[in-house]
């Protein structure tokens, strides 16, 4: 299940993109400004909106780790915001002086691809703000760009339909004709997907285009093997131009918006349609998943913005297996242990429990001889009730466990999170375990490999906050 729980209509103009970072929500327009709301509740930040651009804005992206926004602009420049105060950190201008159409941020923040209207696109360094490497596609606008999540690739998207790839060093890796009358978005899954070859890299890559499809492809990339890109198929829901797309962040949904007004919502897995959502009375330009929660955003030509909320039950979403799950069960005290035995009706052994330090763990540990033999529990059919309500309780904790959203789990610990924290990566992580790997001089991110910018955590209490609402509904 699908509900609009918000609709956004600030802006007096076309909105042109939406981007989300961990607890911030950007949108910007053909007004010329960029809009920022608070995901907590959708209230516009104090210091929006952003202004600077002297045209139409094209494009918003947030860095990994949130903390900074880049814009662009017909007006040829792409600007770079610190989100805590809407103060500009720096203006780089289109060497070219062309209108900029699309821009995004490396996922190790150390660059920032800027995609023009004359077909240049620009790598800059992210931290001097100075021009990097530069190339051009042969024909058509830049609309498009997307970096794989390990960032060894980025991928640019033209009006004349060409899908190009480019490593890391602003090599022209390959370049074909990806959709007829013009490709419009493209954008990869962060989840990494098998393709039966050992040693390579593979993730998922949607585009789409004026010839009213999107196309999922297969990119993979290894020094030893080199590269690949595999057509899988085209998802054809649409019934005119598909202007956006966006994968979610646990790589299991891809959204499209159309100049049919409509958005659809696919099961990756299946290519199945979930949902068709109409609530845009005008072109659908953007879309965009937030990081860790199903939060959706789409901005329209209407100049309203919706964001709509999934259920994770109803999606299928991917989860972790149960043998890699905290139990939650496992973090109770010993005051934790001696409630649940009030409410089984066995409160005449609280005092036995607590003489023997029972806590969560040590409770799904018991045993009939442990019963017995070590907390001397005499009757039979007493030592029987207690094993049956821990079997019980046992059942209810893997069930519960198979439940978890897998955005909820960290990384490193697989494990569901209770303090997690953003790293300048832009993934979320226990935060004393991102600590423990940091201070073992890891300073690696544990989900792409590379080195990390910053070692600096930020907390992500919008992520703290969904994994609290889902607690208190399924742990009753």
């Known amino acids: 299940m699908v509900k609009l729980i918000h609709t956004l209509a600030d802006h007096g103009d076309d909105v042109n993109c939406c981007a989300f970072s961990s607890s911030l929500l950007a949108t910007c327009s053909l007004d010329k400004t960029i809009r ?6 959708f209230t516009e930040l104090a210091h929006s909106p952003l202004k600077f651009h002297t045209y139409a804005v094209h ?20 600007v770079l915001w610190n989100t805590q105060n809407g103060q500009t950190l720096a203006v780089m201008v289109q060497p070219s002086g062309s209108p900029v159409r699309v821009c995004r941020f490396s996922p190790d923040s150390t660059c920032l691809v ?21 190339g051009s596609v042969e024909d058509g606008s830049l609309v498009a760009c997307a970096f794989s999540p390990d960032g060894n690739l980025f991928v640019t998207g033209s009006s004349c339909g060409d899908l190009t790839v480019w490593d890391d060093k602003m090599r022209c890796l390959h370049s074909e004709k990806a959709h007829d009358l013009g490709m419009t978005c493209c954008d990869f899954s962060s989840q990494p997907v098998s393709d039966g070859e050992q040693g390579l890299q593979c993730f998922r890559l949607a585009s789409c285009g004026q010839d009213c499809q999107t196309k999922i492809w297969v990119v993979s990339f290894s020094h030893i093997l080199g590269f690949k890109l595999k057509y899988k198929s085209a998802l054809s829901g649409h019934s005119a131009p ?23 919502v696919y099961d990756i897995n299946t290519e199945n349609i979930l949902h068709t959502l109409t ?31 999934f ?3 109803t999606l299928g979403q991917a989860r972790s297996t149960e043998g890699q799950l905290k139990q939650f069960t496992e973090d109770w005290s010993e005051d934790d242990v001696s409630a649940w035995l009030c409410a089984q009706d066995l409160k005449d052994l609280v005092g036995v429990f607590k003489m023997n330090n029972i806590d969560g763990r040590e409770l799904l540990n018991l045993t009939k001889e442990s019963l017995a033999d070590d907390l001397k529990i005499e009757s039979l059919g007493l030592r029987s009730k207690v094993l049956r309500k821990i079997e019980e309780l046992r059942t209810k904790v893997k069930t519960l466990s198979s439940e978890i959203p897998d955005e909820f789990i960290c990384p490193i610990t697989r494990e569901l999170m209770q303090d997690p924290v953003i790293a300048s990566d832009g993934y979320s992580y226990e935060k ?8 073992k001089k890891k300073r690696t991110s544990p989900m792409t490999n590379l080195v990390l910018s910053s070692a600096v955590l930020t907390p992500n209490r919008t992520l703290k906050m969904a994994i609290n609402r889902w607690l208190e509904t399924h742990q009753k």
């Not at 990994?64 to 662009?72: D, F, R, T, V, Y």
């Open 242 to 264: 598909v202007l956006t797309c966006a994968f979610s962040y646990n790589g299991q949904m891809l959204v499209s918006g159309s100049v049919d007004k409509s958005v659809i």
């Open 432 to 439: 004393e375990a991102m600590e423990n790997w940091i201070s």
């Open 59 to 78: 494009c918003c992206c947030f860095s990994p780790s949130g903390h900074i926004l880049a814009s662009c602009s017909t007006d040829g420049t792409t």
């Open 36 to 41: 920022l709301y608070s995901l907590s509740d």
């Open 114 to 134: 800027s995609g023009a209207a004359d077909g240049t696109v620009i790598l800059w360094n992210a931290q001097s703000y100075k021009l990097h490497r530069c």
């Open 311 to 313: 259920d994770p039950e």
């Open 279 to 309: 609530q845009h009375t005008r072109y659908v330009t953007t879309c965009a998943f937030a990081p860790n929660i199903l939060l959706l955003a789409t901005g329209s030509m209407d100049k309203t913005v919706n964001i709509w909320q």
